[in-house]
Protein backbone atom coordinates (compact mmCIF):
# COMPACT_ATOMS: atom_id res chain seq x y z
CA UNK A 1 0.00 0.00 0.00
CA UNK A 2 1.43 3.30 -1.08
CA UNK A 3 -0.93 5.63 0.93
CA UNK A 4 0.77 6.80 4.36
CA UNK A 5 -0.97 6.05 7.49
CA UNK A 6 -0.67 7.89 10.47
CA UNK A 7 -0.32 7.75 14.12
CA UNK A 8 0.29 9.09 17.42
CA UNK A 9 -2.04 12.39 17.34
CA UNK A 10 -3.70 13.25 20.61
CA UNK A 11 -4.96 16.36 23.47
CA UNK A 12 -2.20 17.43 25.13
CA UNK A 13 -2.13 20.85 27.11
CA UNK A 14 0.40 23.48 26.27
CA UNK A 15 4.02 23.13 26.78
CA UNK A 16 3.00 18.94 26.45
CA UNK A 17 4.63 16.88 23.68
CA UNK A 18 3.20 14.02 21.28
CA UNK A 19 5.28 11.50 18.64
CA UNK A 20 3.46 11.54 15.29
CA UNK A 21 4.68 8.53 13.16
CA UNK A 22 4.33 7.69 9.51
CA UNK A 23 4.56 4.49 7.34
CA UNK A 24 4.43 3.84 3.71
CA UNK A 25 4.43 0.07 2.16
CA UNK A 26 6.43 2.16 -0.64
CA UNK A 27 8.69 3.58 1.81
CA UNK A 28 12.73 2.64 0.34
CA UNK A 29 15.33 4.79 1.52
CA UNK A 30 16.14 7.75 -0.46
CA UNK A 31 13.84 7.08 -3.11
CA UNK A 32 10.67 9.94 -2.15
CA UNK A 33 10.16 13.17 0.05
CA UNK A 34 8.08 13.38 2.44
CA UNK A 35 6.45 15.81 4.35
CA UNK A 36 3.81 16.63 7.40
CA UNK A 37 1.74 19.30 6.86
CA UNK A 38 -1.16 19.97 9.05
CA UNK A 39 -4.71 22.08 9.07
CA UNK A 40 -6.57 24.02 11.57
CA UNK A 41 -10.22 24.38 11.33
CA UNK A 42 -10.86 27.93 8.95
CA UNK A 43 -7.27 27.86 7.62
CA UNK A 44 -5.31 26.53 5.32
CA UNK A 45 -2.65 23.51 4.75
CA UNK A 46 0.80 24.52 5.70
CA UNK A 47 3.63 22.39 5.61
CA UNK A 48 5.06 21.55 8.95
CA UNK A 49 8.72 19.67 8.46
CA UNK A 50 9.84 17.77 5.19
CA UNK A 51 12.64 15.66 4.75
CA UNK A 52 14.06 15.32 0.35
CA UNK A 53 15.45 11.92 -0.66
CA UNK A 54 19.05 12.56 0.40
CA UNK A 55 18.08 13.28 4.12
CA UNK A 56 17.79 16.79 4.14
CA UNK A 57 15.53 18.20 6.73
CA UNK A 58 13.55 21.82 7.14
CA UNK A 59 11.10 23.00 9.05
CA UNK A 60 8.75 26.22 8.93
CA UNK A 61 9.68 28.66 11.32
CA UNK A 62 6.94 28.41 13.66
CA UNK A 63 8.14 24.65 14.72
CA UNK A 64 11.72 25.52 14.70
CA UNK A 65 13.84 24.15 18.19
CA UNK A 66 10.44 22.60 19.17
CA UNK A 67 9.65 19.70 16.18
CA UNK A 68 11.71 17.23 15.51
CA UNK A 69 12.02 15.05 12.13
CA UNK A 70 13.86 11.65 11.33
CA UNK A 71 13.16 8.51 9.83
CA UNK A 72 13.78 5.08 10.76
CA UNK A 73 14.94 3.24 7.61
CA UNK A 74 14.47 -0.08 9.20
CA UNK A 75 11.35 0.66 10.08
CA UNK A 76 10.00 2.26 6.91
CA UNK A 77 8.96 5.02 9.15
CA UNK A 78 9.15 8.83 9.22
CA UNK A 79 8.66 10.76 12.62
CA UNK A 80 8.16 13.90 14.30
CA UNK A 81 8.46 14.80 17.48
CA UNK A 82 6.73 17.81 18.97
CA UNK A 83 7.80 19.35 22.14
CA UNK A 84 6.31 22.42 23.45
CA UNK A 85 3.42 22.07 21.80
CA UNK A 86 1.28 25.40 21.70
CA UNK A 87 -2.81 25.83 21.26
CA UNK A 88 -1.64 27.34 17.62
CA UNK A 89 -0.17 23.80 16.86
CA UNK A 90 -3.54 22.47 17.13
CA UNK A 91 -4.54 20.67 13.91
CA UNK A 92 -5.02 17.86 11.50
CA UNK A 93 -1.48 16.56 10.52
CA UNK A 94 -1.00 14.50 7.54
CA UNK A 95 1.98 12.68 6.20
CA UNK A 96 2.74 13.55 2.29
CA UNK A 97 5.12 11.48 0.23
CA UNK A 98 6.32 11.70 -3.13
CA UNK A 99 8.30 9.05 -4.96
CA UNK A 100 10.88 10.40 -6.80
CA UNK A 101 14.75 10.18 -7.02
CA UNK A 102 16.23 11.94 -6.59
CA UNK A 103 14.01 14.96 -5.22
CA UNK A 104 14.17 17.97 -3.06
CA UNK A 105 10.73 18.23 -1.67
CA UNK A 106 8.30 21.20 -0.99
CA UNK A 107 6.14 23.46 0.65
CA UNK A 108 3.27 23.07 -1.92
CA UNK A 109 1.01 20.71 -0.60
CA UNK A 110 -0.28 19.63 -4.30
CA UNK A 111 3.46 18.36 -5.10
CA UNK A 112 3.02 15.61 -3.05
CA UNK A 113 0.85 12.83 -4.41
CA UNK A 114 0.28 10.69 -1.50
CA UNK A 115 -1.52 11.69 1.34
CA UNK A 116 -2.44 9.79 4.96
CA UNK A 117 -5.91 10.03 6.10
CA UNK A 118 -4.57 12.37 9.01
CA UNK A 119 -4.19 12.50 12.59
CA UNK A 120 -5.64 15.18 15.01
CA UNK A 121 -3.03 17.31 17.29
CA UNK A 122 -5.29 18.83 19.92
CA UNK A 123 -3.55 21.53 22.47
CA UNK A 124 -5.54 23.22 25.11
CA UNK A 125 -3.92 26.48 27.13
Known amino acids: QVQPVESGGGSVQAGGSLKLSCTSGRYTYGSQCMAWFRQAPGKEREGVARIDSGGSIMYRDSVKGRFTLWQDNYKNTLYLQMNDLKPDDTGMYFC???????????????????WGQGTQVTVSS
Open 96 to 114: AMRLLRPCRGSWVDTWYNY
